[in-house]
């Protein structure tokens, strides 16, 4: 159940999105990355996340990764 509201989190966020606010390539669902730290949110498409998180922990951060959760999706 809780992977059935992250994907719908992450469809959410990527329909209200529309563009990556980082490069402005289309949002799609299934390649979009979601974080959290706190009470701060942020989503933008996967290439971009993983630009900014290469080489860095994710220590605190919450990360839902589309590519992750639709992976075998029905």
Do not use: P, Y
Request: one cysteine or more; glycine letters at 10%; charged letters at 25%.
């Amino acid at each position: 159940m809780i992977e059935t509201i992250n994907r719908n989190l992450l469809k959410f966020s990527a329909g209200r999105a529309i563009f990556c606010g980082q490069c402005d390539a289309i949002a799609d669902a299934r390649r979009w990355v979601l974080v959290t730290h706190n009470e701060d949110t942020l989503g933008m498409c996967a290439a971009c996340w993983d630009k900014l998180s290469a080489g860095r922990a994710a220590l605190g951060f919450d990360v839902l990764d589309g590519r992750i959760l639709f992976k075998g999706a029905k």
